[in-house]
C-alpha cells in the first residue's frame, strides 16, 4: 500500500508563480525523495532529505521535512513552463532504507 | 550520475504471449534492482526486490510464477510477463541500487506494455 498521500492532487499556475506541494506519510522513516516524473518517462531524482535534517535547498528547490507531523513539502519557485510534469514523494522506511514507497503523486501544470 | 537502461521501450504483445523487459545499470554495478508498476495517472507500486544471485523478494499481491524476475549478474536484471493479458498493460519501471549511492535510486527510462 501507498506510504505517502501528496496534495494537492493536480495544480496549476501561471509562469513565475511559486508551486507548493505536500507529502504526508504514516511511519517512521529513514529519509525521504522527491522525484519528478514526464509523462510517459521515467523519474529523475530531485532532492533527498534525511530524517534528522529539516529543510534542504537546490536551485529553485526546497524541501521541508517535519517529523513530528510526518510531512514534507517540495517548494519550486520561479516555476516554469519546462517544469510541468507530475512529482511524488517516496519514503525510505527505518531499518529499510533501501526499498522506496511512493505517495500518491502531484500533477502540476504550469501555464506559459 | 549513474545510468540505468531498459529494453525494450515500448512493446506490443498479443494475449498469451509473454514478454521480458531487461534493466541495466550501464556504469555501476547494482546490488539491487527494483520493479515497479504504474498504471495511468497512477503512482508507482512496487512489485518486487531483486538482489544479484538470490531469489526475487515479491510483494503482496504480485504473482511471482507470471511476473519472474532473474537478477543473473550486477548489472543486469530482467522481468518476464508470462501469459500476458490485458490487464497487465502498464508502465514497468526499474531502478538500480548500490552502497556507495547511499539511498538514493536510479530510475530506467521504462517500459511501456501493451497487451491486445
Known amino acids: 500500500s501507498q506510504q505517502g498521500e501528496e496534495d494537492p492532487q493536480a495544480l496549476s499556475i501561471q509562469e513565475g508563480e511559486n508551486a507548493t506541494m505536500n507529502c504526508s506519510y504514516k511511519t517512521s522513516i529513514n529519509n525521504l525523495q522527491w522525484y519528478r516524473q514526464n509523462s510517459g518517462r521515467g523519474l529523475v531524482h530531485l532532492i533527498l532529505?534525511?530524517?534528522?535534517?529539516r529543510e534542504k535547498h537546490s536551485g529553485r528547490l526546497r524541501v521541508t521535512l517535519d517529523t513530528s507531523k510526518k510531512s514534507s513539502s517540495l517548494l519550486i519557485t520561479a516555476s516554469r513552463a519546462a517544469d510541468t510534469a507530475s512529482y511524488f514523494c517516496a519514503t525510505a522506511l527505518s531499518g529499510s532504507a533501501r526499498q522506496l514507497t511512493f505517495g500518491s503523486g502531484t500533477q502540476l501544470t504550469v501555464l506559459p | 550520475g549513474a545510468v540505468v537502461s531498459q529494453h525494450p521501450s515500448r512493446v506490443i504483445c498479443k494475449s498469451g504471449t509473454s514478454v521480458k523487459i531487461e534493466c541495466r545499470s550501464l556504469d555501476f554495478q547494482a546490488t539491487t534492482m527494483f520493479w515497479y508498476r504504474q498504471f495511468p495517472k497512477q503512482s508507482l507500486m512496487l512489485m518486487a526486490t531483486?538482489?544479484?544471485?538470490?531469489?526475487?523478494?515479491?510483494e503482496q499481491g504480485v504473482e511471482k510464477d507470471k511476473f519472474l524476475i532473474n537478477h543473473a549478474s550486477l548489472t543486469l536484471s530482467t522481468l518476464t510477463v508470462t501469459s500476458a493479458h490485458p490487464e497487465d498493460s502498464s508502465f514497468y519501471i526499474c531502478?538500480?541500487?548500490?552502497?556507495?549511492?547511499?539511498?538514493?535510486?536510479?530510475f530506467g527510462p521504462g517500459t511501456r506494455l501493451t497487451v491486445l
Open positions: 531502478s538500480a541500487w548500490t552502497a556507495s549511492s547511499y539511498n538514493e535510486q536510479f
Open positions: 532529505i534525511r530524517s534528522n535534517e
Open positions: 531483486s538482489n544479484e544471485g538470490s531469489k526475487a523478494t515479491y
